[in-house]
């Protein structure tokens, strides 16, 4: 019996309609996938430690309630850790800094009149209530704000809810989907999942140890400069590592200004500005290919439109969760055949393509040549 080919350009025009149909429904259940998200990459994050403790004859429920309550504990340690940071850090500005954000505010604004003829509209400074009528909606009310606050909450409860029962029905999840896929080999669709969740493990471990190593040294570049408040502005530069390409920019911009307002001399300023590039360089050269290596292996166009795409759809949350979610994308193309293509489109470019293919079409030119004369 004959099969019915679907021509290619069909087959990408319902790609291209299934990644329309996902976006949208990422955007209308955005309050239920984010949680979700998040918790799913932690239990994959988690799930090697789960079988640790399962290979040591402890309870599946056990284990993962031990897990996630570590985890917990890390998390509670680090918000304390950040808690105190920017305690420090708020109770130090004072007076003086509004004074000096006021005196380089005023000193911009006249430097723009006199050299562009543009006014900045701050000749009296820096006024805090225009930025937050500005920021702040008009229809923002108390009730609101209270509805708000428990819809954050509520999310934030949500999350090692859906932790505790994705890891426990792990296993539950991947015979579902051996089942839906029943006509094809089990034991390598069990396998291709396992990869697809080392892959995620793999980056969100990388991603951590680059995280840490980038807040110790941009630490020590600011203690030998002698900027105040070291240990906040290194380890949230670090942090913001996260966000590929933006978070390293943003990361040098808050001590950049604080160095800026602190400072007498352009020295300091200039030297942050030089010493986190060059840290960036090495992160990007050297780091991150030597602690993720070839995790997530995406060019660089596919991972900013991607940033932009999970910026758009939810936020700040989405430009972390972007990353590996085409990285798992990506794998799930490599599946496929028919979508192999778009797999080569995330992953980087291979330089030695068009050599290949010259190199095939010079031996058969030989081999058609040879056959002619024979």
Same mark, same amino acid.
């Given at each position: 019996?004959?099969?019915?080919?679907?021509?290619?350009?069909?087959?990408?025009?319902?790609?291209?309609?299934?990644?329309?149909?996902?976006?949208?429904?990422?955007?209308?259940?955005?309050?239920?996938?984010?949680?979700?998200?998040?918790?799913?990459?932690?239990?994959?994050?988690?799930?090697?430690?789960?079988?640790?403790?399962?290979?040591?004859?402890?309870?599946?429920?056990?284990?993962?309630?031990?897990?996630?309550?570590?985890?917990?504990?890390?998390?509670?340690?680090?918000?304390?850790?950040?808690?105190?940071?920017?305690?420090?850090?708020?109770?130090?500005?004072?007076?003086?800094?509004?004074?000096?954000?006021?005196?380089?505010?005023?000193?911009?604004?006249?430097?723009?009149?006199?050299?562009?003829?543009?006014?900045?509209?701050?000749?009296?400074?820096?006024?805090?209530?225009?930025?937050?009528?500005?920021?702040?909606?008009?229809?923002?009310?108390?009730?609101?704000?209270?509805?708000?606050?428990?819809?954050?909450?509520?999310?934030?409860?949500?999350?090692?809810?859906?932790?505790?029962?994705?890891?426990?029905?792990?296993?539950?999840?991947?015979?579902?989907?051996?089942?839906?896929?029943?006509?094809?080999?089990?034991?390598?669709?069990?396998?291709?999942?396992?990869?697809?969740?080392?892959?995620?493990?793999?980056?969100?471990?990388?991603?951590?140890?680059?995280?840490?190593?980038?807040?110790?040294?941009?630490?020590?570049?600011? =203690?030998?400069?002698?900027?105040?408040?070291?240990?906040?502005?290194?380890?949230?530069?670090?942090?913001?590592?996260?966000?590929?390409?933006?978070?390293?920019?943003?990361?040098?911009?808050?001590?950049?200004?604080?160095?800026?307002?602190?400072?007498?001399?352009?020295?300091?300023?200039?030297?942050?500005?030089?010493?986190?590039? =060059?840290?960036?360089?090495?992160?990007?050269?050297?780091?991150?290919?030597?602690?993720?290596?070839?995790?997530?292996?995406?060019?660089?166009?596919?991972?900013?439109?991607?940033?932009?795409?999970?910026?758009?759809?939810?936020?700040?949350?989405?430009?972390?969760?972007?990353?590996?979610?085409?990285?798992?994308?990506?794998?799930?193309?490599?599946?496929?055949?028919?979508?192999?293509?778009?797999?080569?489109?995330?992953?980087?470019?291979?330089?030695?393509?068009?050599?290949?293919?010259?190199?095939?079409?010079?031996?058969?030119?030989?081999?058609?040549?040879?056959?002619?004369?024979?």
């Amino acid at each position: 019996m004959d099969t019915l080919k679907v021509p290619n350009y069909i087959k990408s025009v319902y790609i291209a309609l299934l990644i329309i149909i996902i976006v949208f429904f990422m955007i209308v259940a955005k309050k239920l996938l984010v949680p979700l998200f998040i918790s799913g990459y932690i239990a994959m994050l988690l799930t090697s430690s789960c079988n640790f403790l399962e290979r040591r004859k402890i309870p599946r429920s056990i284990s993962a309630f031990i897990c996630l309550l570590l985890f917990i504990g890390l998390i509670a340690g680090i918000v304390m850790f950040a808690y105190f940071q920017i305690r420090g850090f708020m109770n130090d500005v004072g007076t003086n800094m509004s004074d000096k954000v006021n005196a380089l505010v005023i000193s911009a604004n006249n430097w723009c009149l006199d050299t562009f003829g543009f006014d900045l509209g701050m000749r009296n400074g820096f006024e805090m209530e225009k930025a937050v009528a500005i920021v702040q909606p008009e229809n923002t009310s108390a009730t609101k704000l209270v509805f708000t606050t428990i819809g954050t909450l509520s999310d934030i409860i949500l999350l090692p809810v859906f932790i505790f029962f994705l890891l426990i029905y792990r296993d539950h999840l991947a015979i579902f989907i051996t089942k839906v896929f029943r006509r094809q080999n089990n034991d390598g669709l069990l396998e291709k999942m396992t990869s697809i969740r080392k892959i995620v493990h793999a980056y969100l471990m990388g991603s951590g140890k680059v995280m840490l190593i980038l807040g110790v040294v941009n630490t020590a570049v600011l =203690f030998a400069l002698g900027i105040e408040h070291a240990i906040f502005f290194g380890m949230f530069a670090g942090m913001l590592n996260i966000i590929p390409y933006l978070g390293p920019s943003l990361g040098a911009a808050l001590p950049f200004f604080f160095a800026l307002l602190t400072k007498d001399s352009a020295f300091y300023p200039i030297a942050i500005v030089v010493a986190f590039t =060059f840290i960036q360089l090495l992160e990007s050269a050297f780091l991150t290919p030597k602690i993720t290596g070839g995790n997530v292996n995406l060019n660089a166009l596919v991972t900013f439109i991607g940033l932009l795409i999970g910026g758009y759809i939810w936020g700040v949350m989405g430009m972390i969760l972007i990353i590996p979610s085409i990285a798992i994308l990506k794998k799930l193309f490599e599946l496929s055949p028919d979508t192999q293509p778009y797999a080569y489109l995330f992953g980087e470019e291979d330089s030695n393509w068009f050599k290949r293919r010259e190199r095939r079409a010079k031996s058969q030119a030989a081999k058609a040549e040879a056959e002619v004369n024979a």
